[in-house]
């Protein structure tokens, strides 16, 4: 976990494959899950951080050693490694679950993002991953890994800025009251927000490009994380219909009709 | 060990957001002259990842092994994914994958999980669905009943297994044409980030070209590239002109009690009048499913019909409504074109350096309402033909100049398709749909299809031809010559509005992108174009667009200008003006070859947008 003795950075981007955000998606008939035979990409916000990485390296130019991304998903799940191959990464890990089975939850995911950050021979200098995902909307794997590993954090980036040199990342967060600005020492987890930049398209030269480039596999034995969920779902329901409302003639009406409804404690 | 983060004090509350995007008026205009493209060398290209065109793709890899060559071949799919942009009924002859892939049904993930049991055809009136005698050829025994978009896909991953380079996400956009424009040297995919006014984006990446010793053109029911090459090589001469049909398609989660598994069936009559070319069907798929949905010719003439909103009435009819009672939810919604010209509008299916295969030709068999195995015999005969041609352009070029390209001659393919089943096949059938164009509506239509599918099988000297070459836009009536047809309200959840239905889709378009519908006449494109367009079809056909296109695109809104002269600078008239919605675009091809104007050119967008289609 030590940063790189050389002033070069390696980057890791943690992508995940959910739902396509352009699906309508619905619940299965048994009430467990959603329907998940619909089209999958990349997380957008993961997009955003394979998109960052990429540009760090054209800013900083050589210092920047190694971009690679990695991903926990089923087989399928190695067409979104492919996709960040070809928006410039250099090397994908891919650590296959079995095809069907559950999606691990957040802290599964940031242990064994700790353990494939442990196996890098050459260290991790910055983690840039998504503020969350778009089918679970948790937005916990960055925070959790920071905290795992006992590295600064910063989440919702709408700006990174890197010194490779004097090993430090300025990050601008996107908070409640406006924005904030940190200075963090590597190595450092970054979470992406929307306004950091718009991910370029994969073009299809690159796309072929990416074919060659390695991809390695593990599973979750190799690293020896269980991943199996500690949630139970009970239950998931789509949300009550909108049943239509009705029109009022005058104030009065109004008032009676909300008195009826028990919102108001004015008699009427 | 604390963390390392020290934090500074936040000094301006407010800080406006600047945009990451680069600024509009720094951008420059795209130049399709000076644009520089990467240029890739591939055996074949095919345009369109479909049935016809990964037939080929596989047929052509199983040739490699018979003739000890290695073939490069490249798919290029406008879709998000193999399968996203195609949907049928479907009920599929499996003679062609019989053909392909003999030993398909040992594969542990092939989606034809249900095979046909029974076939009946009903005519629908207003409340009753009397069952009438269906053609022989509606016979379905040995035929299952898939999603033909799941048909695809697997199709895709067999494709990809067998080293085909697939690359969904990317249109064919355009010919690369020879130097004297006598044959085609291949295809270039779609620009990427251009902004609405064809400025090129920060993201701007110009479409790449593949130049193949063979294109095939598979892109469906009048394909974009296809229309071009027509045109350009006057494919249609000895030809009728195409007609097509809208299909309109739900897929239904039926309540058990309903669901009778392998069941086929056809209608006819409402809720079409009896001058309107159009059936309906139900059929049970596997898992629980129902495909149903509604067929109209599109040589209709009322302009006031909204095909969209005829599926949404037809469920309301007894029949359907006790179909998908109970616990039944919708779960697809879908629409697009498909041919209807049978054997006497196949074009010349060749030109220099390529051929047109599967529906982007048009080998539908109206009489059994399906054309995949035809396509997909026609994708295997174009293989035969390309590996034929591949071999001898190897011989030839040790002793022509490398220069000059020798075009491939796909003639044998033609010959071929001739001397196939696909021929006879259509053969057949070739005077039934023609029997529905007389004075006497569905009514002669029946009566003719009767005796001829019954008794004559096509075995007749004539063939009827379309003599006046009337096109499906030319048949439409003007709207004051026509009855208006209003239609009930949306009552869900039987019918819903259209909106609604069209987010089960999934259909997206990225949006600061040029709009894909062209309003174009001799290839121009300006306000006095769009001017004549809204003059004709709000004055004289009453908007047809807005109430033909099966997403909403086309909307004829009010014009706030307030002179004459603003109005038409802007494209306006008679206080409207036409608005495209291109976003919700399903790539139906229904504008392109409705509009009475005939002045929408339909072209691809940028790859991966579009509908996203899994189980239609």
Request: a neutral charge; charged letters at 25%.
């Amino acid at each position: 976990m030590r940063p790189s003795a050389v002033r070069l950075l390696n980057i890791l981007v943690p992508v995940k494959r959910a739902v396509d955000f352009a699906v309508k998606i619905r619940v299965n008939p048994e009430q467990t899950g959603i329907d998940l035979n619909v089209k999958h990409s990349m997380n957008p916000f993961d997009e955003i951080a394979v998109e960052e990485a990429v540009r760090l390296r054209e800013r900083l130019k050589d210092a920047v050693k190694s971009i690679k991304v990695v991903t926990i998903g089923p087989p399928k799940a190695v067409e979104t490694l492919r996709t960040a191959l070809a928006m410039g990464a250099d090397s994908a890990i891919h650590v296959e679950i079995p095809e069907g089975a559950p999606s691990p939850e957040p802290l599964a995911v940031a242990k064994t993002l700790r353990e494939v950050v442990a196996r890098q021979k050459e260290g991790v200098d910055l983690v840039i991953m998504g503020k969350q995902a778009i089918d679970d909307d948790a937005g916990q794997t960055g925070q959790m890994l920071a905290g795992l590993m006992d590295w600064a954090q910063a989440t919702f980036a709408s700006k990174v800025d890197v010194d490779a040199s004097a090993k430090v990342a300025n990050v601008t967060r996107e908070i409640d009251g406006g924005l904030e600005q940190l200075r963090c020492q590597l190595p450092v987890v970054i979470t992406t927000d929307l306004r950091l930049n718009e991910p370029r398209y994969a073009s299809l030269p690159n796309i072929m490009k990416a074919k060659k480039k390695p991809v390695e596999k593990f599973t979750s034995t190799d690293l020896g994380v269980d991943l199996a969920p500690r949630l139970q779902t009970l239950k998931i329901t789509e949300p009550p219909k909108r049943i239509g409302g009705g029109k009022v003639a005058n104030v009065d009406e109004l008032l009676a009709k909300l008195k009826e409804a028990g919102i108001t404690s004015k008699r009427a | 060990m604390l963390a390392r983060v020290r934090r500074r004090p936040v000094i301006f509350s407010r800080i406006t957001r600047t945009l990451h995007a680069s600024t509009a008026r720094q951008r420059q205009l795209f130049d399709p002259s000076a644009v520089e493209r990467i240029s890739e060398d591939v055996d074949v290209c095919i345009v369109g990842g479909g049935p016809a065109g990964l037939s080929a793709a596989i047929r052509l890899k199983q040739l490699e092994q018979k003739r000890g060559k290695e073939f490069r071949i490249v798919v290029l799919e406008k879709g998000a994914e193999v399968g996203s942009h195609i949907l049928s009924g479907a009920v599929i002859e499996p003679r062609a994958l019989n053909e392909l892939l003999p030993d398909w049904s040992s594969r542990p993930d092939h989606p034809l999980k249900q095979p046909a049991t029974s076939s009946t055809m009903k005519f629908l009136t207003g409340s009753l669905a009397l069952p009438i005698p269906h053609p022989p050829q509606m016979n379905n025994d040995g035929n299952y009943i898939v999603s033909l978009s799941q048909f695809t896909s697997w199709l895709g991953t067999i494709a990809e297994e067998m080293g085909v380079e697939v690359y969904p996400g990317f249109a064919g956009a355009g010919i690369v044409y020879s130097d004297d424009r006598k044959g085609v040297l291949g295809v270039c995919t779609n620009e990427v980030g251009l902004d609405k006014n064809f400025h090129m984006k920060e993201t701007f990446e110009p479409g790449m070209e593949f130049r193949a010793k063979v294109t095939l053109i598979a892109e469906g029911a009048h394909g974009s590239l296809s229309k071009e090459l027509i045109n350009q090589f006057d494919l249609r001469r000895d030809a009728d002109p195409q007609t097509y049909a809208i299909g309109l398609k739900e897929v239904w989660r039926v309540d058990p009690s309903q669901y009778r598994p392998g069941e086929v069936v056809h209608t006819m009559g409402w809720p079409l009048d009896w001058k309107t070319y159009g059936g309906g069907w139900v059929y049970h798929m596997a898992d629980g499913l129902v495909s149903l949905g509604l067929v109209i010719g599109l040589d209709y003439a009322n302009p006031w019909l909204s095909p969209y909103n005829e599926l949404q009435r037809m469920k309301h009819h007894p029949y359907f409504s006790r179909l998908l009672s109970g616990s039944s939810t919708r779960i697809a919604y879908g629409a697009r074109a498909l041919n209807e010209g049978g054997l006497q509008a196949v074009p010349r299916v060749h030109f220099p350096g390529g051929a047109l295969i599967g529906c982007s030709a048009g080998f539908v068999n109206i009489a059994k309402i399906k054309g995949t195995h035809n396509a997909m015999k026609s994708g295997m005969l174009a293989a035969e033909a390309a590996a034929d041609a591949l071999c001898r352009t190897n011989e030839e070029t040790t002793v022509s100049k490398p220069e000059s390209p020798r075009l491939s001659d796909m003639s044998v393919y033609e010959t071929s398709l001739k001397d196939s089943w696909v021929w006879s096949d259509l053969h057949e059938v070739r005077n039934i749909r023609a029997s529905f164009n007389t004075p006497l509506g569905i009514w002669g239509g029946i009566a003719y299809s009767g005796i001829d599918s019954l008794f004559l099988k096509g075995r007749t000297p004539w063939t009827f031809r379309n003599v006046s070459r009337t096109s499906d836009a030319a048949h439409t009536l003007p709207a004051s010559r026509c009855k208006r047809i209003t239609y009930p309200p949306p009552q869900p959840p039987l019918s819903t509005d259209l909106l609604t239905s069209l987010t089960l889709t999934g259909t997206n378009h990225a949006e600061d992108q040029p709009i894909h519908l062209r309003v174009r006449v001799n290839g121009l494109e300006d306000s006095t174009v769009r001017r004549e367009h809204v003059r004709r079809n709000v004055g004289d056909y009453a908007g047809l667009l807005g109430r033909a296109c099966p997403a909403g695109v086309y909307e004829y809104v009010d014009d706030e200008h307030t002179s004459a002269v603003e109005e038409g600078k802007s494209g306006g008239w008679g206080g409207k003006k036409l608005v495209i919605n291109s976003q919700n675009c399903i790539h139906c091809k229904l504008c392109d070859i409705k509009v009475p104007t005939q002045d929408i050119t339909w072209t691809v967008p940028e790859g991966g947008g579009g509908p996203k289609y899994t189980i239609t």
